[in-house]
């Protein structure tokens, strides 16, 4: 069992940063692939990024590419995503996943609402 929590949400002006964190519990984190997904109003969820149980093995959607960046640090047991130059369409709330691989979700957290103003 993996309990995640989301934090870094925000209001941020287009062109602007923020950086999501998610915190997982457990002594497993390093076992299992990690992933960002994010849901618009009226639109389902949709996968932003995820990251492999192999450090450094990442993907990414086309719409966010070469403006976000995932990473994992496994000794604080976090996740995370810089996100960089948002644009309104970013806005949403994002989702920490976790699952054998972020392909394969077994685990939600409760989401962060990221608003991008334009």
């Known amino acids: 069992q993996v309990q995640l929590v989301e934090s870094g949400g925000g209001l941020v002006q287009a062109g602007g940063s923020l950086r999501l964190s998610c915190a997982a519990s457990?002594?497993?984190?390093?076992?299992?692939?990690m992933g960002w997904f994010r849901q618009a109003p009226g639109k389902e969820r949709e996968f932003v990024a995820g990251i492999r149980r192999i450090v450094g093995s990442t993907a990414y959607a086309d719409s966010i590419k070469g403006r976000f960046t995932i990473s994992r640090d496994n000794a604080k047991n976090t996740l995370y995503l810089q996100m960089n130059s948002l644009k309104p369409e970013d806005t949403a709330v994002y989702y920490c996943?976790?699952?054998?691989?972020?392909?394969?979700?077994?685990?939600w957290g409760q989401g962060t609402q990221v608003t991008v103003s334009s």
């Open positions: 457990g002594r497993t984190f390093s076992s299992y692939g």
């Open positions: 996943a976790a699952g054998s691989s972020f392909t394969n979700i077994d685990y």
